[in-house]
């Protein structure tokens, strides 16, 4: 499915129908998996290996998770915006509200992931898109949490510079989940921190150093 994302993005984009159960099935797999949607995409990422262990680095059998998230990854990358964008953002959103916390883990996984490929859309519902996300950092379920970070570093990464404008609701939340007690949501949101700070005037991170 990936392969064919990227050989032939139009012709899978014009067929809604099947783009969009192809859209369910990776998501249920998300939500299926107990590995970790947030760690799956990071660990999988080189940019996160120190250079000193790229000689020993052996690359690891793909998760179910990891594999589901590549291929949405590509999907968003590759697909045209305008045929992806209408069907992943309301699968991501309808997610975030469900009563079952995988089903929200794999939601905000999802928003995260399709964030550098649907960066122009998803910029442009930036505060809707946040307030989701600003409640899944508060959900009593560490996977949802840590997955929630795992979003506001990739939409920190990708919505520049719009989202800058965010940074007084963004950085206490952060520094809320470097308090969590999952060990998981605190290491990711040291990633959110690096990710959002890079990109803000030394005047504007002052304030929040102590």
Not at 109 to 136: K, Q, S, Y
Request: charged letters at 20%; aromatic letters at 6%; one cysteine or more.
């Amino acid at each position: 499915i990936a392969t064919t994302a990227e050989a032939k993005p139009k012709t899978l984009g014009k067929q809604p129908q099947l783009l969009s159960k192809i859209l369910d099935v990776l998501f249920q797999l998300m939500q299926d998996s107990p590995e970790s949607a947030a760690g799956a995409l990071l660990e999988n990422n080189p940019a996160w290996r120190d250079d000193d262990e790229d000689d020993d680095y052996v690359d690891e059998a793909p998760t179910e998770t990891g594999m589901a998230q590549g291929t949405l990854d590509m999907i968003a990358c590759e697909v045209p915006t305008k045929f992806v964008w209408n069907i992943v953002y309301p699968k991501c959103m309808e997610r975030m509200v469900s009563e079952n916390p995988a089903a929200r883990k794999a939601g905000v996984a999802g928003l995260g992931v399709i964030a550098e490929g649907c960066a122009e859309p998803l910029t442009e519902n930036l505060a809707a898109a946040l307030d989701c996300v600003f409640r899944m950092a508060n959900d009593h379920s560490p996977q949802v949490r840590e997955c929630a970070c795992f979003c506001l570093g990739q939409m920190s990464e990708h919505c520049q510079p719009d989202i800058l404008a965010y940074s007084s609701q963004i950085l206490p939340t952060v520094f809320q989940l470097l308090d969590d007690n999952s060990v998981a949501v605190q290491t990711t949101s040291c990633y959110v921190l690096e990710i959002f700070c890079e990109r803000l005037e030394p005047a504007a991170v002052r304030p929040v150093l102590d």
